[in-house]
């Protein structure tokens, strides 16, 4: 009896939990996913991914701390601040080319600087939202700084009182001396007056981040709210600060940090541009990557062949080599050398040559003891060995390459030739030692060179003007660091080797790098004339002949001065494995997604 | 047992509080975190410099601005408490960063540590049974090469040879195997087997001549039905490698003359095949938790037929049972991602060239759980083998020498002498003994593992522990660096103690103190 | 965990060292390792000398020269009655980088950069670790538990991070001082296995024979038990120099170790990675440098501890039974670390 309840309990609890594990089991079951190759290759236009380096960290590319090349892309192909569907993009020639798909800006007039911006009436953001006038006064407040009313400490750079609202990337020069802009709703304008001539007037594009989402995410019951409140609160006043602003505090909250992102962001406004691209999927770091999808609303001229791009992030240079290889990513812009050319060659891969903005030049230091004496500095710079440098890192790449003749201007702008043939840093294209032991009279100053020891470059630049240097009896010292940055300027060196890379478009870095005292000007070099024309290239509208000629002079007088000496223009390479047409070089700090509505997938 | 360990954790606080100041001091003042600021020619430089020192007190001297960090850091190792381990220099909380890198490294490092931790432990196994036999030398050597082969080289190889070359070999018009390769591999794996087998050169002749025939078998098979692009095992595969399974669990735990153990393995066996069938339909629709489920069933019901059946030995023959079971499952289980295979490399976004080099997933893939499963092994594929390459050597000595040494105790030449079968000397009293060091050692390994691998995830672009330490380096960027620090230190430290716990555990002789 | 023999009578302890000797040089691939690895440091340095000290290869490993060859290494080992160009190094047997210099002088440099970092790092860890942890072991108590809670903080500090931190902050000093420094954190496993080894020869009664004769602290520890861990000194020292070359190699391939100009071989081997497939030599060179020597003491480090420790080397199933008595002793269980 015992026996047979025991048997009678066993048997039900068995039945039991094999009930429970199959009701479990329907639970855990999903539906047969649809095989991949029907998942819509009939409306599929492709996809074509590109690498980069660096990891998208934002959807914002304008505040400082998601000010990078990736971050830019995301901007660029969403339409905000740069780029279509915003007011106008820079080509790889560094033209401005207006768009004007949204809208359009003109120059109103030259004194006071007056500049209109139009709205088309059908312009629209990505989720179908109209585009208004709050639109470009919420990305003018922006960028003017106009409520903040902060004073800075001027050694350390620390606020020392007041408020900054909406943090930036770059600078609030130009936009600062703006008046609050005149705006007809109706017809769709904005109108922004200058307090003093801007020479990138023709850079400051408003059509940025959607104005509907900012009102939102600061509690504004709609976007004529916002305008209303832009309009009521007065002009920050660094003399007498006031309370921080609430509103005005959770609309930069949104603009300093809202933007960033670790995962795909759940809220869906983060991803409302202007632009033809709208992200799609998101993974952070090193290893993951970002895709784009086409912006539903997108009705500009151009359009995409294909509706799929992704971002990937590869840290590991040749790592984007094997990808490229193996399929992975289409389109990789390598750090051009011999080895990398010829790998992508060897297995078939398309290789599209340019020249990167960037130069690297050698600076003397003018307030160090060697270089007091103009003397030992036309002596140090007869020893540089240019064309040697220029065979052993460039030609191997670039074969027509040619020593840069020119501290302002790269060798494929237009305004080079004239350039070279005023300024005479041709006298310097081969070493001249008879000449430079001449000069030195024997004696043997010691220098050193600053230079980044992680740059392979600048290691054997170093290593081939010491050898060069050594024939004429100066005494080159290695002070190089791979901390080389913080101690640009600190005076610890003599020569260094470094880098610029400029915008390609735009003049504010004259005065930064050429002027007495400027933020960029590491080496303590000071002439008047200089600095009088770069305060000049400032205030100058519009006179694009006139910038030239400034620029030609800084270039004759450096080179009087024997400033330093620009040794070559970094090349660029771009290349794909034959799977993506109509890719084309692009040395701006976009890179080659300047045009994917140009790329077409190969065979189609 | 109780002050032990309590006297443990004080001391384990220390020395985390310790470790954490030299680690923020040596850290900070490893480089400056301004560099890319100060290199900037922005017009507005100064001021970001001001930001970020003014954001992340730089101004303050290291050894005081550990005192911030530490107040925030002790919330995150007491519950309940807001856990703030700062920020990075883009502003991002380093908890934000942490959780992601962690289960990167977790993904990265756990598949190559087991197998790392199985393949040396039979390796060194072998070894030491055939000490100075041909094998013996041939392992030694070969893991004396892996473990000197720095572990980027071991990366740029594979990728070169197994990603690339096995891609263009599969994508390629021509994708038989040709008669070399064919030839070459038989011959390997046929020597292969043939020294570990060792004895009279009679026997070694035999394994040569069947495990030739047999590789070669295989292989004209597997070109003949095109393998590499629509594998499967197919009914008469799972059914041999059942089978197989079955006879090796029933050998090595208690020996063929054990007629319940392998009765019990057979069933058990029958039963999982009789369940490929059964739930090809369960599986198209599967989710992970429906295999999760499914693999407890196997562990339950081969539980209860070595339970039925045991008889006298019922411990040994529900091992046995138990092993069958399980093992015969996962190769059912691994039979349907074979199947799901051609499905997966057809797809546009794989498009035949299924071994990646980079990343984590193929980007946009969608499909079920067996086509997502193939994408994660595609991408985890090459850096598994290359960490697993690098530990295996370690192991491999491990076992080896641990097993020497314990062959040489007494307790064996007392079992030898009583007349136990060299089987049952090598498998129950040797080889568990061998474990206990084997242990401590997995344990302190496993609290190692979430530093990541810097060199292993930088080459295949994967966004660990390693990487986020390296990158963050780079930059002097510290909170995230100290936030690595944390988590790897509070590792170290709880495997360590589970180490030495286990150790007192599993040998008696040594006492906790 | 395993012990030589403790022998109180010094001739005893020296034809123990004798036995020891002897077993190592039986142990042919051991020997032959260790030849190779003499060999490979005298190359090195009597290539392109040292310091001052000019070596007999006709360049150093600095000056660009014209290229010749297009950097092709001119090395060739196939004689010409095989079809080949004679067994020859010619001007530049390893090639030359890009601009110029020869590659053979700094692959030797990056050699000469090993050996000082593995002899370095090694001493400087070995003494360390040996001193810390004989006083652990020989006083415990308080000052064990002190010196042990100081390992604990080392070991949870990874090396790659520490040697990672330290290499940028002291990269730039030279070779050496990375070397010092790494070695100043890379003690702790040495300290750990002296101590237990001092724990267990502690109580052993030589010991209490030199401390009733009346030998002081210092004397019982350095001349008394120190002699009889040597063993375990020598082969934790060997793994240490074999790990030392991939941390010097790794931390230069991630750019924390040593810096361009100066050579090194996990340098090379970075710079030159995208090399691999267009101008394979400049990667195999300095790649094959770096195996080789790790290879090669790894050998002699398994050979060394052969020689200490010749009960594993005695095992055989057939003559287990036949195996002395005294050779079968168990081994003295691990001491717990607490």
């Known amino acids: 009896m015992t026996n047979t309840n025991r048997w009678r309990g066993r048997a039900l609890a068995g039945v039991a939990v094999a009930a429970g594990a199959a009701l479990a089991l329907a639970g855990c079951t999903t539906t047969p996913a649809p095989s991949e190759s029907e998942g819509g290759d009939a409306t599929t236009g492709g996809t074509i991914s590109i690498a980069q380096t660096n990891a998208a960290t934002a959807l914002n590319s304008g505040t400082p701390d998601t000010n990078l090349n990736t971050n830019g892309m995301v901007d660029y192909l969403m339409g905000a601040g740069t780029g279509p569907g915003s007011f106008m993009y820079v080509d790889n020639e560094f033209n401005i080319v207006p768009d004007e798909t949204n809208g359009t800006m003109e120059l109103i007039s030259d004194d006071p600087l007056t500049v209109q911006y139009t709205l088309n009436p059908d312009a629209v953001w990505s989720d179908g939202t109209e585009m208004t006038t709050t639109d470009l006064l919420l990305s003018w407040a922006i960028g003017s700084g106009y409520y903040d009313d902060a004073t800075f400490d001027p050694a350390t750079g620390e606020v020392t009182e007041g408020n900054v ?17 005149e705006i007809d709703e109706e017809a769709g304008t904005l109108t922004l007056t200058y307090g003093e001539p801007y020479v990138d007037w023709n850079l400051v594009n408003l059509i940025n981040k959607p104005a509907h989402v900012f009102a939102e995410a600061a509690g504004f019951g709609s976007v004529e709210e916002l305008a209303t409140f832009l309009e009521e609160t007065p002009e920050g006043n660094p003399e007498s600060p006031a309370e921080p602003n609430e509103q005005l505090t959770s609309l930069a909250e949104l603009w300093n940090t809202g933007y960033n992102i670790t995962a795909m962001p759940e809220d869906e406004g983060l991803l409302v541009g202007a632009g033809m691209w709208i992200p799609k999927d998101f993974q952070a770091d090193d290893g993951g990557f970002i895709s784009f999808g086409l912006n539903p609303e997108w009705r500009g001229e151009m359009t995409p062949s294909f509706d799929e791009l992704i971002i990937r992030f590869i840290g590991d240079p040749n790592a984007q080599i094997s990808a490229l290889q193996n399929g992975e990513v289409d389109v990789i812009e390598p750090q051009p050398s011999a080895d990398t050319v010829a790998a992508i060659d060897g297995f078939g891969g398309t290789l599209i040559e340019g020249a990167q903005l960037s130069y690297d030049h050698l600076d003397l230091t003018f307030n160090s003891e060697v270089f007091s004496d103009p003397a030992v500095r036309e002596a140090f710079l007869l020893t540089i060995p240019r064309q040697q440098i220029l065979e052993a890192i460039v030609t191997p790449v670039q074969e027509d390459a040619e020593v840069l003749n020119s501290q302002q201007f790269v060798s494929n702008q237009p305004q080079y030739a004239d350039a070279v043939a005023a300024n005479g840093y041709s006298d310097f294209a081969e070493p001249d030692i008879e000449r430079a032991t001449e000069l030195l009279a024997g004696a043997t100053p010691t220098v050193r060179i600053l230079y980044n020891t992680e740059n392979p470059n600048r290691v054997d630049a170093f290593q081939l003007i010491q050898a060069s240097a050594q024939q004429a009896g100066f005494v080159v010292e290695d002070a190089g660091s791979p901390d080389w940055s913080s101690l640009l300027g600190s005076g610890d060196y003599d020569a260094s080797i470094f880098g610029w890379i400029s915008p390609g478009v735009g003049y504010a870095s004259l005065p930064q790098i050429w002027q007495t005292n400027g933020g960029g000007n590491y080496n303590g070099y000071s002439n008047a004339e200089v600095d009088a024309l770069a305060d000049e290239s400032q205030v100058t509208i519009d006179d694009e002949e006139r910038l030239t000629e400034i620029q030609i002079e800084i270039d004759r007088l450096s080179r009087e001065d024997f400033y330093g000496l620009p040794l070559f223009q970094t090349p660029g390479l771009v290349a794909t494995n034959g799977t993506v047409e109509g890719v084309v070089y692009n040395g701006g700090q976009t890179g080659a997604i300047w045009n994917t509505w140009e790329w077409t997938l190969a065979g189609e | 047992m109780l002050s032990f360990v309590v006297r443990r954790i004080i001391a384990s606080i220390l020395t985390l509080v310790v470790a954490s100041f030299i680690m923020y001091v040596l850290t900070a003042n490893s480089g400056n975190p301004l560099q890319d600021l100060l290199a900037s020619n922005a017009p507005n430089a100064q001021q970001l410099i001001g930001q970020r020192t003014e954001r992340l007190s730089l101004d303050v001297p290291p050894p005081l601005r550990w005192f911030q960090w ?266 349907r991602y074979l199947q799901a295979w051609s499905t997966y490399i057809a797809s546009p976004r794989i498009n035949n060239r299924p071994i990646a080099t980079v990343g984590e997933q193929t980007v946009g893939l969608t499909g079920d759980m067996w086509v997502m499963g193939l994408d994660t092994f595609t991408h985890f594929l090459l850096p598994t083998i290359a960490l697993t390459l690098i530990s295996f050597a370690g192991y491999t000595r491990y076992a080896r020498a641990g097993l020497l040494e314990v062959l040489n105790q007494d307790y064996i030449r007392t079992a030898r002498a009583k007349g136990l079968s060299e089987r049952t000397v090598v498998m129950r009293h040797a080889f568990r003994n061998m474990l206990i060091p084997i242990t401590t050692i997995v344990a302190a390994d496993i609290g190692a593992l979430l530093g990541g691998a810097i060199i292993t995830e930088r080459v295949f672009a994967i966004s660990g522990m390693g990487s986020l330490f390296a990158v963050s380096l780079d930059r002097v960027d510290l909170n995230p660096i100290m936030g690595y620090f944390l988590v790897i230190a509070v590792t170290a430290i709880l495997f360590n103690f589970i180490a030495d716990l286990s150790y007192a555990l599993l040998d008696p002789r040594v006492r906790v103190k | 965990m395993t012990t030589t023999a403790p022998t109180d009578d010094q001739r005893a302890g020296e034809s123990q060292g004798r036995l020891i000797l002897k077993r190592f040089s039986r142990n042919g691939i051991a020997m032959v390792s260790l030849a190779l690895l003499l060999l490979l440091f005298v190359f090195s340095v009597s290539a392109i000398g040292l310091g001052p000290i000019p070596g007999w290869w006709k360049h150093d490993y600095v000056t660009p020269l014209p290229p010749a060859e297009g950097g ?15 067994i020859m190094l010619g001007e530049h047997p390893f090639g030359q980088n890009r601009i110029g210099v020869d590659y053979f002088a700094q692959t030797m440099r990056g050699v000469q950069n090993s050996f000082l970092v593995i002899v370095l790092l090694a001493g400087v860890a070995t003494v360390l670790g040996t001193v810390v942890g004989a006083i652990a072991g020989y006083y415990r108590g308080w000052v064990d538990a002190v010196l042990m809670r100081i390992t604990d903080v080392f070991i949870v500090i990874p090396a790659i991070v520490i040697g990672a931190v330290v290499g940028r902050m002291t990269g730039g000093l030279g070779v050496q001082w990375l070397a010092i420094t790494l070695g100043l954190v890379a003690w702790m496993g040495i300290a750990r296995l002296v101590r237990a080894e001092f724990l267990s020869l502690r109580e052993r009664e030589f010991v209490e024979a030199a401390r009733v004769a009346g030998a002081s602290d ?112 168990p081994a003295v269980p691990a001491e717990q670390k607490s």
């Open chain 3, 72 to 86: 092709r290494p001119t090395l060739s080992l196939i004689p010409e009655w095989l079809g080949g160009a004679g």
């Open chain 2, 70 to 335: 530490a107040a925030g850091a002790a919330g995150c190792l007491v519950p309940f408490a807001s856990c703030d381990l700062g920020v990075n220099l883009n502003f991002t909380p380093v908890t934000a960063l942490l959780p992601g890198a962690v289960a990167s490294t977790v993904r990265l490092v756990a598949a190559s540590t087991i197998l790392a931790i199985l393949l040396g432990v039979i390796t060194g196994i072998v070894s030491a049974l055939r000490q100075y036999s041909a094998f013996d030398l041939g392992m030694t050597f070969f893991s004396f090469f892996l473990y000197s082969l720095p572990s980027f080289l071991a990366a740029v190889l594979l990728k070169e040879f197994i990603a690339i070359d096995f891609n263009n070999w599969l994508s390629g018009a021509d994708s038989s195997f040709g008669l070399v390769p064919t030839i070459v591999i038989t011959l390997v794996v046929a020597f292969f087997l043939q020294a570990i087998v060792a004895g009279s050169m009679k026997n070694r002749l035999i394994t040569f001549g069947v495990s030739a025939a047999a590789t070669l078998g295989v292989l004209l098979y597997m070109d003949a039905t095109n393998w590499f692009q629509s594998p499967g095992l197919g009914p008469v595969g799972l059914l041999i490698l059942i089978a197989g399974v079955a006879f090796v669990a029933v050998v090595l735990v208690t020996g063929l003359g054990n007629r319940r153990a392998l009765l019990a393995a057979g069933i058990t066996g029958a039963i999982a095949y009789a369940a490929y069938f059964a739930l090809q339909g369960l599986f198209d629709i599967s989710t992970i938790w429906t295999i999760a489920i499914l693999g407890l069933a196997t562990a339950v019901v081969s539980f209860a037929v070595g339970w039925v059946l045991g008889g006298n030995d019922r411990s040994q023959v529900i091992r046995v049972a138990m092993i069958t079971g399980i093992v015969s499952g996962l190769l059912v289980v691994a039979d």
């Open chain 1, 165 to 181: 609202y909406f943090q930036l990337a770059g600078s609030t020069a130009g936009l600062d001396t703006t008046a609050f802009p």
């Open chain 3, 218 to 329: 210092m004397r019982i520890i350095f001349k008394h038990i120190l002699p009889n861990a040597v063993g375990v000194v020598i082969v934790a020292a060997s793994l240490i120099a074999a790990a030392a070359i991939l941390l010097e190699t790794g931390l230069s391939f991630l750019g924390y170790g040593i810096r361009a100009p100066e050579s090194s071989l996990g340098l090379l081997v970075s710079q030159n990675q995208s090399a691999f497939a267009t101008r394979p030599w400049l990667f195999w060179f300095p790649a094959a440098f770096i195996v080789i020597p790790a290879l090669l003491i790894n050998f002699v480090g398994d050979g060394l501890r052969d020689a200490f420790d010749p009960r594993q080397r005695r095992f055989s199933r057939r003559r287990t039974k036949e195996m002395p008595q005294a050779e079968a002793l």
